[in-house]
Each structure stands twice: as C-alpha cells, then as structure tokens.
T-cell receptor, first 114, second 112 residues
C-alpha cells in the first residue's frame, strides 16, 4: 500500500514564524502535491512537483514556497505565517501517467496560526 | 477550464434508504476518482474509473462513469450510519499535467 506521511498532525505557530510542513511518500511516486482545505472552500492546490527540484504553482501559491530535494520528500514552507493560513494542509502523491493519476493522501496537518 | 460539480452538496438520509450522488464535469475525460473523507481526517481513495461504462462496487457503494454524458454517479444502497462522510469526485485530463480537479464534496449524513 502507498503510504504518505506528514510530519505533524497538529501544529500551533505564532504570526510571523517560519513554518515547515514535511511530507514523505514511500512508493517512488514522481508527483507530489500540497493542498489546503477550508470549510466551504473545498480542496485548493497550493503547489505541486513532478520531479526532484521541480515545482509548479497551483491555484493559491501566495505566501507559500516548496522544496523537493529528494524524490520521496516534499516540503511546504510558510515564510512568515499569518492567521489566514490557519487551515488543514494535505499532502498527496501519485505516479506519473499521461494524465493526473490517482492521488494518495497523507493524514493531514491541522495548522493554527495565533 | 475544467469544472467539476457535485450534487447534492448536503445529503441527509435514513438508514436503509438508497440514494445517488452525481458528479458532472465540463470537459471530456475518461478518468475519474472518488474519495471519502471522515470528519477531521484526510481523503481516502474509494474508486478509480478509467473508461466509459466503468462500474466499480464495494459494499454498499457503487460508482459508474459515463464519459459521453460527462457524468459519474455514486450510488448508495441501504445506507448505514458508518457511511456518513464527505465524498469527493475528481477528474483528470491528459492536458492538465499531473493535476486533478476536485468537486466541492457531498456531505452525507445517515441517520438511524
């Protein structure tokens, strides 16, 4: 089974802090994704990566950056956390195919920014 | 731009009843996925539908895909409380890179 893990289930940070969310997958997937999920807004794609050191902006990249130094690891960085970044963050991975392919999700990190 | 719409967005039903959730999408695709999300949890893959006419079943849930109508359905048979969750459909296109486009989700509540 594909396993996607995220470094923290719950995280509380202060406004202005730099925050790192880590995601690791163990199935050699090329593609990795970061979403945020807020009530009434569904799933929104922040960034994704289809290869090591490659990244693509999603629909809401502002205020975020990402890093993919190894195939299995994809990090989401909040350079200066703000209260409007309080959310559930979901990481996912998928095999590269000619289209999107089934995505497998991690357990999520619920981030609260005070 | 691919749009994916689910209806209903909220569904409250009694145990033992049948119902169908609909997923419509705006651009031709023959690949569609269904996910389940329990409150406070992440998304869990339910079904992968990869061709016109595909039908998958697991337990009380059955999913189908009609690519000509750009429609997928998730049918619930004799609902039980354990099926209470939010269900998402997601569509991909060969031209979308690696991305999936998700519907808004259908929040299902099954009452005893």
């Amino acid at each position: 089974d594909v396993k996607v893990t995220q470094s923290s289930r719950y995280l509380v940070k202060r406004t202005g802090e730099k925050v790192f969310l880590e995601c690791v997958q163990d199935m050699d997937h090329e593609n990795m994704f970061w979403y945020r999920q807020d009530p009434g807004l569904g799933l929104r794609l922040i960034y994704f990566s289809y290869d090591v050191k490659m990244k693509e902006k999603g629909d809401i990249p502002e205020g975020y950056s990402v890093s993919r130094e190894k195939k299995e690891r994809f990090s989401l960085i909040l350079e200066s956390a703000s209260t409007n970044q309080t959310s559930m963050y979901l990481c996912a991975s998928s095999l590269w195919t000619s289209g999107g392919g089934e995505q497998f999700f991690g357990p999520g990190t619920r981030l609260t920014v005070l | 731009e691919l749009k994916v719409e689910q209806n209903p967005l909220f569904l409250s039903m009694q145990e033992g009843k049948n119902y169908t959730i609909y997923c419509n999408y705006s651009t031709t695709s023959d690949r569609l996925y269904w996910y389940r999300q329990d409150p406070g949890k992440s998304l869990e893959s339910l079904f992968v539908l990869l061709s016109n006419g595909a039908v998958k079943q697991e337990g009380r849930l059955m999913a189908s895909l009609d690519t000509k109508a750009r429609l997928s359905t998730l049918h619930i048979t004799a609902a039980v409380h354990d099926l209470s969750a939010t269900y998402f459909c997601a569509v991909d296109l060969p031209t979308s890179g690696s991305r999936l486009t998700f519907g808004e989700g259908t929040q299902l509540t099954v009452n005893p």
